[in-house]
């Protein structure tokens, strides 16, 4: 990844703020804990016992904005990263509106490809050994 | 790395015929990259970049001679991304009778710079006819609320039980108030903007991982946001939506393989794996969805 001019942001890279700035007011607004949102499960998880790819991430997002770094780790890193990557993008853009001349390229070729499928891999082996009774 | 094509570039003008474009810039050619397919446009041929992927490549002399190469030209549209010659109503209808009926026509004339209009054609279907589903169900689920609450009245002999029911009934009555869902259908173009962009970021890196996502984001959201269009079904209550949703899966493939010229089984798998992903998040967006209604209703 580097950082290069950029012009103001493409109508997805702002669509994409929006999208993190409203998950993450839902995650600070809704009470994930408290019924009725504690009642639904992971279909997947009830059917097999084993966590989904996206498992533990509604929890991230609710400790990490929170603050609450440790427990949004316990329950998912990949999720906590996304949060604070959401985060991250949402403020950028809204840098880029206000005349920030400057944008992260990321180029997504064959070595980044192998770091989502390990991240990935890595975080659902990580809740699924977590979570296991 | 490899050798790209390379074809001389039409220079269309209105009214004009085409023409190749060393008669118009001289020394230009449009080339493809071998790794991510995209066309580019370089004034020099040999080793090079490719200013998309940043994979190396070499671009060749060009042939003497006339030109013989295809030409290189750019999709036209669809007939709603070209809504302002053919007309807004007439824009709608013919895409929606091309997703429905020729999908992979409707996918291959899509633009890739028009992410506005597809972002308003999937806002628009859906949250149109999500907001006209959830306003018929309740109106058509009324009157069987009323019959369940007897029938589980009967049923319940225990009273904390028999209360617990009546509660729940109290609960989904004041949610089906002509205020709530008409909060809920307002909000509706909210949802669907968040739900088609959680979707189609999951989808294309699902697509990324897997080597599949060959023309970038933009291909991804084409695909998505067009097939969304047999979620007009929602609007017809009970089946409607399921017939819609796994509709739009089936038209989601089509448009993977499609926009980013790609295998059926690479499509397959870059649209079906996400649904593993999703499985919590859609469960977590009907929770959230259920508490606003019952914010809206005010139980505490």
């Not at chain 2, 790395?1 to 449009?30: F, N, Q, Y």
Request: proline letters at 7%.
């Amino acid at each position: 990844m580097r950082i290069a001019r950029a012009g103001p942001p493409s109508i997805h890279a702002a669509a994409f703020a929006g999208v993190a700035a409203m998950l993450l007011l839902a995650a600070t607004a809704l009470p994930l804990d408290a019924p009725v949102l504690a009642l639904f499960a992971c279909p997947f998880r009830t059917a097999t016992g084993w966590p989904c790819l996206g498992c533990g991430f509604t929890h991230a997002f609710q400790f990490a904005v929170r603050g609450q770094l440790g427990a949004a780790l316990g329950a998912s890193p990949l999720g906590t990263l996304l949060a604070f990557a959401g985060a991250a993008h949402a403020s950028w853009t809204a840098l880029r509106f206000a005349g920030l001349p400057w944008a992260p390229a990321i180029a997504a070729g064959t070595r980044m490809r192998w770091a989502c499928a390990v991240a990935l891999a890595a975080n659902w082996i990580f809740v699924a050994v977590r979570t296991r009774p | 790395m490899g050798e790209v094509a390379i074809a001389r570039v039409a220079w269309k003008l209105p009214k004009r015929t085409v023409r190749a474009l060393l008669d118009v810039l001289e020394g230009g050619v449009l080339a493809r990259c071998p790794s991510c397919h995209n066309t580019f446009s370089t004034e020099r041929t040999g080793r090079q970049i490719c200013p998309v992927c940043g994979k190396p490549l070499v671009v060749p002399e060009p042939q003497a001679g006339p030109p013989t190469a295809e030409l290189v030209s750019e999709p036209q549209g669809t007939p709603w991304e070209r809504r302002s010659e053919l007309g807004f109503w007439q824009g709608w209808a013919q895409t929606m009778q091309q997703a429905l009926l020729e999908p992979g026509r409707l996918f291959a004339s899509a633009r890739l710079d028009r992410a506005g209009a597809q972002l308003g054609f999937a806002i628009l279907t859906t949250s149109v006819f999500w907001a006209i589903g959830q306003i018929l169900e309740r109106l058509l689920l009324r009157g069987s609320t009323d019959r369940m609450r007897e029938l589980f009245g009967a049923l319940s002999q225990n009273p904390d039980v028999a209360q617990m029911m009546q509660r729940m009934f109290e609960v989904q009555s004041r949610a089906n108030s002509p205020a709530a869902v008409l909060a809920l259908a307002a909000l509706t173009p909210a949802f669907t903007f968040v739900l088609l962009y959680v979707s189609a970021g999951i989808t294309h890196v699902v697509a990324a991982v897997l080597g599949q996502a060959k023309r970038g984001f933009p291909a991804t959201f084409a695909a998505c946001a067009y097939a969304c269009a047999p979620l007009v079904l929602l609007a017809v209550p009970a089946c409607g939506s399921i017939v819609g949703v796994i509709w739009l899966v089936v038209l989601t493939g089509i448009g993977m393989k499609v926009t980013h010229r790609i295998s059926t089984g690479g499509a397959a798998a870059s649209v079906l794996v996400p649904y593993f992903v999703l499985c919590c998040l859609l469960f977590l967006a009907v929770g959230a969805s259920a508490l606003a209604l019952r914010n809206a209703a005010g139980v505490p």
